[in-house]
């Protein structure tokens, strides 16, 4: 019979250890990954700020763009930390999987905003404020709306809005590179 290990730490053989392919520290910045991320922080930012600064002609729809670029832009800013600070190697988790899980969820919610953003900027076709001749005042003029959704956007909320959905479009694709590397992660 064989003696039992009497030096054995039940938490240190309990867990596996942390399974993450990407570099900690300051060289994740080198990466795609770490460059990818930055990215979707940046124009996540923006369109944070260019949806805060329009005047929400539909707040339902852009209620949720507002969601989607706040939470995904502390999420992501959440993610960089640990990897940066290598916080990462000390949570016992699968990172390469739960990379994939992220981003897929927020490629689902950064599409559905990016589509909600663009509707709203849309519906603008059909109006636009005229000044009368010889007058200080202005007109609104308004032709038959095409949509459900109807706003009046002056040319500045136009422009901030069409800005939004650009760079909402250019996260949606960089959460979609992100994925699709992380899932070749993961499954090497």
Known sequence: MSEP???VNPAATSFPAPTISLP???EVLRTYSGFLV???????GLVWILVASSNVPVPLLQ??????SVMTFFLSSTYLTLLITGLADRINTD???????????ALLFYFAAFVLEAATTAANGG???KPLANSTETVLCI???RGNIFTVLNDKQYSINVAATIFAFIVTVCYCCSMIMGFKRWRM
Do not use: S
């Open 5 to 7: 290990a009497t030096n």
């Open 24 to 26: 900690l520290g300051l």
């Open 38 to 44: 930055c990215l979707e922080i940046l124009f996540g």
């Open 63 to 68: 209620g949720w763009v507002m969601f989607v």
């Open 95 to 105: 990172w390469n999987f739960l990379d994939v899980v992220y981003h897929f969820v």
């Open 127 to 129: 109006a636009y404020i």
């Open 143 to 145: 032709t038959y709306p």
